[in-house]
């Protein structure tokens, strides 16, 4: 029973040995796309026309 369990117990360090590993390989992905693509997010905000809009009712001073 004890050579079974520390088996498993070295199989297990094996197991998040490997894990670790494959976690903190580095990745081939760009990470900040080119200015020159994409979407330009002042660009939507400055030509963005008529758009619902919330209304906010406050409850702070409600007074009964």
Do not use: C, H
């Not at 903190?24 to 939507?44: D, Y």
């Amino acid at each position: 029973m004890r050579k079974i369990s520390l088996f498993a117990v070295a199989i297990a360090i094996v197991a998040a040995g490997a894990l670790g590993v494959w976690a903190a390989a580095p990745t081939n992905a760009r990470v900040t796309p080119s200015m020159s693509q994409g979407i330009e997010p002042l660009q939507l905000m400055t030509n963005s026309k008529g758009l619902p809009t919330a209304e906010f009712v406050d409850y702070t001073f409600v007074f009964n």
